[in-house]
């Protein structure tokens, strides 16, 4: 059985906790890394419609990400941007974004992000003895005040544990705004997505297509959903992010799915929670796991 859909092409935002506001479709850039790749990109991205990067230091993409939004001839301050700063630069996060605005071409931020928390002694390649990462938030604070050179700061890859850490620091004042995370219908997450509206800190959900070789492209109930619908299944997960109130970051380099991926509809209650239930039958899975990260 098929039923009516209508895709659209989603430019709604959401209100972050300081005010500031965000569009729910972001762009990512990840692994964009071919030559002229993510200028290309981040350029058609921003001409198609998209108001929203997700960039980092650790993509080592910057520079052309920076080339796309300039040429893109869509005005700076229509556009959203965040970029990260990276595990062996928490001591330095100055410089780090001194660094990353040069390569970006930008005089602002729109969201700075701590990466990991994990702050990495560059010399050894281990953790800091003495530092951790509300010592960094506590930098990105006191940068975010004094320089006017990022509008908002936030977490990412942050369990709730860690979260509780941070937010009980009595010398954080300045909540974070997002903290983004894997997430996807193989990886809902409910207890940190309950923490995190408890908290009004909004999900970025990363990787929601499941990344390069998803599993999600072949699951069997994603197929019937997208089918039922006559959308693709990327349609149907960036859908599901966006019902369930997170922000999404949908990576492509490819023209027509950099198009395809901006546009959203809205899901049947039933299907809605098929998909918030489809680790049940088919498990969790966490394609971003590395090594040396403990998510507990
Ligand atoms: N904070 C963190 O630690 C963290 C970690 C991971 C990711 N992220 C952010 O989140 C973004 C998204 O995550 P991601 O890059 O891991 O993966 P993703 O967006 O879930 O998936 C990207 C993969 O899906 C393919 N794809 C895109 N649209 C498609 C479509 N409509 N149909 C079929 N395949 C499609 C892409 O191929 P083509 O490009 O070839 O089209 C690429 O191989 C990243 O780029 C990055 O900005 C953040």
Not at 96 to 112: T, V, W
Not at 115 to 140: G, I, Q, S
Not at 213 to 240: C, H, M, Q, R
């Amino acid at each position: 059985m098929t039923v009516t859909s209508t895709l659209r092409k989603n430019t709604k935002k959401l209100t972050l906790n300081n005010g500031q506001k965000i569009p729910v479709v972001g762009f990512g850039t990840w692994k964009a890394t071919g030559e002229g790749e993510a200028y290309k990109a981040v350029k058609t991205a921003l001409q198609k419609g998209y108001r929203h990067i997700d960039a980092a230091e650790h993509y080592h993409n910057e520079e052309e990400v920076g080339k796309g939004i300039k040429d893109s001839g869509v005005p700076r301050e229509e556009i959203f941007v965040t970029t990260k700063l990276w595990n062996v630069d928490h001591k330095k996060v100055r410089e780090a974004l001194d660094l990353s605005l040069k390569r970006l071409g930008l005089d602002y931020i729109d969201l700075y992000l701590i990466h990991w928390p994990v702050a990495t002694d560059p010399a050894t390649n281990e953790p800091y003895k003495d530092w951790d990462y509300v010592d960094t938030y506590k930098e990105l604070q006191r940068v975010m005040k004094t320089t006017g050179q990022i509008r908002s700061i936030g977490v990412s890859n942050m369990s709730i544990k860690q979260l509780e850490k941070l937010l009980s620091d009595e010398e954080v004042t300045v909540k974070p705004v997002v903290n983004q995370i894997e997430a996807h219908p193989l990886l809902t997450q409910p207890e940190l997505y309950d923490y995190m509206a408890s908290k009004d800190i909004k999900i970025e959900a990363y990787s929601p297509l499941g990344s390069v070789n998803s599993p999600l492209f072949k699951n069997e109930t994603i197929v019937d959903i997208a089918n039922k619908y006559g959308v693709e299944p990327a349609n149907v997960l960036i859908s599901w992010a966006v019902q369930r109130g997170t922000i999404v970051l949908p990576k492509s380099t490819t023209e027509h799915r950099i198009i395809s991926n901006l546009n959203t509809f809205r899901l049947h209650r039933d299907d809605f929670d098929t998909l918030n239930n489809l680790s049940s039958k088919y498990g969790v899975k966490r394609t971003n796991d590395p090594a040396w990260y403990n998510f507990e």
